[in-house]
């Protein structure tokens, strides 16, 4: 069974007036409204000038970054938060060199994506012009589809397909490629519709095969992951699961599409995963991935759970099942919201072995997520007491992004998700990812706290982002954890390499006085008795001025969440 997803509506009309001529730039645009772009995240240069010009006039709002780097990432993290891809635009050479970041962030997170690159004009290709490349040798390996705009009678066309190619299957990046020259044309050509995604569904064999599979099982457990859901698919799976007594643990940096206080929530999986959770894909008898595959970071590098005997179900839309290790028992072909959609039918006797079963793990997820104590200890600012203080003041609806690094652990552990998407990461272990996903979230969703927990040496790499905060009214919380190193590598070489630490330690900055430059809020706490006043003042500001804010902790290296 196949359903196609509701195209956004469009401005197309029946009428057989032919369109006034617009240049294909400005074709570009309209496209883009059609398919529903609510803003593009963008770096100028003069290679797409005319489709900046083109934006001038249009609904979409252009959000001007600081870096490529930062455009990329905001539009990744856009194309995570809504069914739709994200929209960056860069220029060529240099400004596509610095995009390949978010690129490569799309293409491991299966997000959703297109990111323009205008190019030098058609006629001085292969003369070696200024910042000329090859977007398709640079891009084809690490991108869906790499397109170039050769006919401006195209643009709407091109448009659509990058848009449905991003979407379609398995989500992720698409490329288009904008010659300058080529974007000044003149064309008549109304507007392309967007072209329906299928979305697949549950034959009646699936139907069968799934409950068969459930009804043997005495310990089923789901593990959800990817960004192809919507909030009411997840609200659905978790009462389903509910319901049934089944536990669901989440793909590592996905966590919230089943709630963080569900009864059958049982934690994380995947890079440094505490116990119990380490263990649940060996111990359970059959395994529901959904919107994922096991690949290697869920299986410990290809180890765990490899004994092709097993009994794994993969609900995803990807044929190919790119990424993933272990038995495959059954795939059922189908995007997330729509497989939940026909599971909703199928209703089996709870067993008492799977009560006993989701019982003890969630158990064990309550044990682990307990807040420390909210009172300072002597000593140094602590992760640990700044979490404690946060998070009993969040609202249900509030979302948390970060980066790459040990500081994320305490995201892991305490942050309460409740619902898709209120977790932001890069599951490609990218650093520099924190920042410009707050600020788009914040975009997003003003009315909502967003909160950042950024490593010291992960800030740098972006945190001139921050003026695009101040500039377009982001105002996100951000802490940052300043141990004075890289941690997650200095753990690698205590554990390979003891007692010889070699690159890296870092002398930093005053990241509060850098975020009050930037025209937010910055307070620094160096003693742990400073955190809770320097949390409130932080959300005050934010909340009285509508500014970001961010809260520098200077903590002990060593600390970590787990």
Request: net charge negative; hydrophobic share 40%; proline share 8%.
């Amino acid at each position: 069974m196949t359903e196609l997803l509701a195209a956004p509506t469009s401005p197309l009309t029946s009428s057989p007036t032919r369109p006034a001529p617009r240049t294909a730039g400005h074709v570009i645009v309209e496209a883009l409204a059609a398919h529903g772009v609510e803003r593009a995240y963008v770096v100028p240069g003069e290679s797409y000038l005319d489709v900046l010009d083109g934006l001038h006039d249009s609904g979409i709002e252009t959000v001007v970054t600081r870096h490529e780097g930062g455009a990329a990432y905001m539009a990744e993290a856009d194309g995570k938060m809504h069914r739709r891809p994200g929209i960056a635009m860069v220029t060529r050479g240099p400004g596509a060199a610095n995009a390949h970041v978010g690129l490569h962030t799309a293409w491991q997170d299966s997000t959703p994506m297109v990111l323009f690159v205008g190019l030098i004009p058609f006629d001085h290709r292969d003369r070696e012009a200024f910042q000329e490349f090859d977007v398709k040798a640079w891009f084809d390996t690490g991108a869906k589809r790499v397109m170039v705009l050769d006919n401006a009678e195209r643009a709407s066309e091109i448009v659509a397909e990058a848009m449905f190619a991003a979407s379609s299957g398995r989500p992720g990046p698409v490329v288009v490629g904008l010659p300058e020259d080529v974007l000044r044309h003149e064309v008549h050509t109304p507007t392309h519709p967007p072209i329906p995604v299928a979305t697949g569904g549950m034959t009646a064999r699936d139907v069968d095969a799934l409950t068969q599979a459930l009804a043997g099982a005495a310990k089923p457990l789901f593990v959800t992951g990817g960004n192809d859901w919507t909030p009411a698919a997840a609200q659905q799976l978790t009462a389903w699961l509910e319901r049934h007594r089944i536990p669901a643990a989440a793909e590592w940096r996905t966590e919230g599409t089943v709630p963080f206080d569900s009864p059958s929530y049982v934690g994380p999986i995947g890079y440094g995963r505490p116990k119990p959770t380490y263990d649940l894909l060996e111990e359970t008898d059959l395994l529901v991935f959904v919107g994922t595959v096991p690949g290697d970071t869920l299986t410990d590098g290809f180890v765990v759970r490899q004994d092709w005997s097993r009994k794994n179900f993969l609900v995803t839309m990807d044929p190919s099942l790119r990424g993933r290790s272990g038995a495959v028992s059954y795939q059922i072909v189908a995007k997330p919201d729509v497989f939940v959609r026909d599971l909703a039918g199928i209703d089996l006797p709870v067993r008492p072995e799977w009560v006993a079963w989701t019982e003890r793990m969630r158990a064990e997820q309550v044990q682990f997520a307990a807040l420390p104590p909210a009172t300072p200890t002597p000593g140094p600012a602590r992760m640990d007491t700044f979490m404690a203080n946060l998070v009993p003041g969040l609202p249900r609806d509030a979302i948390v992004t970060f980066g790459a690094g040990e500081h994320t652990n305490w995201a892991h552990r305490y942050f309460p998700t409740h619902g898709f998407a209120s977790m932001l990461s890069a599951r490609n272990g990218s650093m520099g990812y924190s920042i410009p996903s707050a600020v788009a979230a914040s975009l997003s969703y003003p009315g909502r706290r967003v909160v950042t927990v950024a490593g010291d040496g992960e800030f740098l790499m972006n945190g001139q982002e921050l003026a695009t905060a101040a500039q377009y009214g982001a105002t996100p919380l951000v802490v940052v954890v300043d141990n004075a190193e890289y941690g997650t590598i200095r753990t690698h070489q205590e554990r390979h390499y003891p007692g010889r630490v070699s690159g890296t330690q870092l002398k930093n900055p005053d990241f509060a006085l850098m975020a009050r430059a930037f025209g937010g809020f910055g307070v620094r706490a160096e003693r742990d008795e400073d955190v809770p006043a320097a949390l409130e003042a932080a959300l005050r500001a934010i909340d009285s001025d509508r500014i970001f804010a961010l809260v520098h902790l200077v903590v002990e290296q060593r600390t970590r969440a787990y």
